[in-house]
Structures are given as structure tokens and as C-alpha cells.
């Protein structure tokens, strides 16, 4: 995934942004297809934020960008938001939510140099404010960060575009990072994500080529943090996709390996089965799960935007109308409560960018 720290939503603060919002136009998706696609029934007390992007111009470009929009599911229109960090633009990085904050961490720098930073940016979504945090003990990029019973970690990744993965963990709290237990296996552009206590890593590779998957899927108990190998398995030869916990099942989605398939377990354990097919006419995508629910975004091979829900029934994909998701790669979602109501426990996905 791609792209950049961000700042506040002040329509005339900008590099040319000053305008307050975007309504979705549906005319812009020249799809046949689009008076077929249902309503997206996301719960209406959660907003959807979009972090960085690959390709979101136009004419297209396939260099990142430093963009960051805000979709409000009452109003169906995207609120376009500043970068926060002079136009900097970043690929890399990782997103971390904790209640009404998300969190921008490290990433590498778009200066030829593909050098990462160790920079870590608060957004509040209720201010529309952004925070400089104190920095991470180690730059890195193609890494993971968690939120889990207060506490920030930081997983994994590399220190440049050029160098192998890393094992460090950092844990932040009471406003300083630390260093935490390492994992057992060195990796980067890998997964994690959350289940109670624990943290599940999974996939990824070790080498400077990129071509040294690392199979082995560990867990981290925060209490006392320990690793733990529990499998290894050949369903995680892949990089670049997404790990969600959904129904006590956790759900491997994407990756440039088994782009075509799902990977569901019923337990933190290495056994994992029941394939499902995604929808194969949509790459470049993430995902991100909410009540119960995963969506899928990304780009249809028309290069026009898309955005699916798994329907459980015939474990298929139905088109959802809106929100409208521009052609981009590369992008981070985080998906936060907005203070309309709704007691539904924040949503987190987390995902390596790619």
C-alpha cells in the first residue's frame, strides 16, 4: 500500500485543496453494470478513511500520493482531508485506529532513496487535528502496528527498500516506545492482526529480493509477551494481503500469491482450510472487516473503482453502489467511530503496505 502523514480538514489550509467535500458522482463509473449493485448496509455510526494511494489521478499515475479522504455512510460523500507533512509523500507506512485516533507510523520515503523513517502522526477524528508523536526506536516500512489493551506495537519490516526484514518489536505507552520481545522469524510486507490478547503474524518474506517467503505464522501474547510458532503452512507463501478476525475465524484475503482466495481458520491454530473464491476481476485491493462483515476495495481490470462484501450464504461477492471508490492501489482504510451512536466495537485491520 502506498503513501503519506496527513493534517486537518481546513478547506483553505492547503496545496490546493480548499474545498470542504467531494460528493460521489455516479456518472464518473462509466459500468454498465452499476444500476445491478446493492446498497452497502455499513453500520452508520462508523466513518471510512482512506490513507495514501497509488494511480489516483488523472491522467493516471502509478507514483504514490499523499492523499487522505474521510466517506460518511449518511451523507454517501467523501470529504477530502490535508497531507500533514508539507506534501511528503510515503509508501509503507502502517495505520494502527484506537477509538476516535488513528495512527500513520513510519514508511519510506518517495526520494529515489526508498530510505524508511521512523516519524509516527496522530489523527483525531473528532478535532480533525493531527499530533506529532514521539519517534519510533527504529525506522521502518513494510511493517505492522497494533493497538491491543492500550498499547502500540510496531512489528517487523525493514530499515530500507534494499535491506532484509526485521525481527524488532517496539511497544509504546505512557507516551515513550520501548523495546519489546523480538518475533522468531524475520519478515517484512507480512500480515497481522488482532484476537483478544493476542497478535497473529502471518506470510511475508525475509530476504532483500523478496522472493524468500516466510512461512512460519506466529503469535504474541501482550500479557506476557511471549512468541509463539504455531504452524507452518504452505497457504502462507504470499505477501501483500490482509489478515481479518471476523465470527472467531480469522480470514486471510488477497496477496500476490494466492490473489484469487480466502484462507479461513477456527482457531489461532496453523490449520487452515475452506477456500473462498474472491472476485477475480478486482486486484490491487485491501480489506477490512465491520460487524461481521469483510469488504473488499480495489479496481476492476477496466481500472474502474470497486468496492464488494463477502455474502456468506454462496461465499460470493456482491457490488456494493457506494461507496464510490476511485481506480487507486496502495491505500490504507481505517475505519473509526464517528459519535453518531452505536455501541459496535471499533473495527481494526491491519495490513503491511505493499
Not at 519478515?187 to 488482532?194: G, H, I, S
Not at 480495489?298 to 457506494?322: C, M, P, Q, Y
Request: hydrophobic fraction near 35%.
Amino acid at each position: 500500500m502506498a503513501s503519506v502523514l496527513l493534517q486537518s480538514n481546513t478547506p483553505s489550509s492547503s496545496r490546493g485543496m480548499g474545498f470542504c467535500s467531494m460528493k460521489r458522482k455516479r456518472d464518473d463509473v462509466e459500468n454498465p453494470a452499476n444500476s445491478a449493485k446493492s446498497k452497502c448496509k455499513c453500520d452508520l455510526s462508523y466513518d471510512l478513511y482512506m490513507l495514501g494511494a497509488i494511480g489516483y489521478s488523472l491522467p493516471i499515475s502509478y507514483e504514490a500520493t499523499n492523499d487522505f479522504q474521510r466517506y460518511d455512510f449518511v451523507q454517501d460523500e467523501w470529504t477530502p482531508l490535508v497531507n500533514s507533512t508539507m506534501g511528503l509523500r510515503r509508501t509503507g507506512f502502517a495505520v494502527a485506529t484506537r477509538e476516535l485516533q488513528i495512527w500513520v507510523l513510519g514508511g519510506y520515503e518517495e526520494d529515489g532513496e526508498g530510505r524508511a523513517v521512523s516519524d509516527v502522526h496522530m489523527y483525531n477524528t473528532e478535532t480533525n487535528e493531527w499530533d506529532i508523536k514521539n519517534r519510533m526506536l527504529h525506522a521502518r516500512g513494510d511493517f505492522c502496528a497494533a493497538f491491543v489493551s492500550g498499547k502500540l506495537y510496531a512489528i517487523g519490516g525493514r530499515k530500507s527498500k534494499r535491506s532484509r526484514g526485521k525481527i524488532a518489536v517496539e511497544e509504546y505507552a505512557v507516551g515513550e516506545w520501548i523495546y519489546s520481545s523480538p518475533m522468531r522469524f524475520p519478515r517484512y510486507d507480512f500480515a497481522a492482526c488482532a484476537v483478544g490478547n493476542q497478535i497473529i503474524v502471518a506470510g511475508g518474506v525475509s530476504n532483500k529480493r523478496g522472493d524468500a517467503y516466510v512461512r512460519q505464522i506466529e503469535t504474541f501474547d501482550t500479557l506476557s509477551s511471549n512468541w509463539e510458532v504455531v504452524g507452518r503452512t504452505l497457504t502462507f507463501g504470499r505477501r501483500s494481503f490482509t489478515l481479518v478476525h471476523v465470527n472467531d475465524r480469522v480470514y486471510a484475503v488477497g496477496g500476490d500469491a494466492e490473489r484469487s482466495v480466502i484462507w479461513n481458520n477456527s482457531s489461532v491454530s496453523g490449520n487452515w482450510s475452506d477456500p473462498i473464491t474472491t472476485a477475480r476481476d478486482v486486484s490491487s485491493y485491501d480489506a477490512f472487516a465491520l460487524n461481521g462483515e469483510i469488504y473488499i476495495v480495489g479496481k476492476n481490470a477496466d481500472d474502474i473503482g470497486s468496492f464488494r462484501k463477502l455474502r456468506w450464504t454462496d461465499r460470493g461477492w456482491v457490488v456494493l453502489e457506494h461507496p464510490y471508490f476511485p481506480w487507486r492501489g496502495g491505500l490504507q482504510i481505517a475505519i473509526v467511530p464517528n459519535g453518531r451512536g452505536g455501541d459496535a466495537e471499533n473495527a481494526k485491520r491491519l495490513r503491511p503496505s505493499s
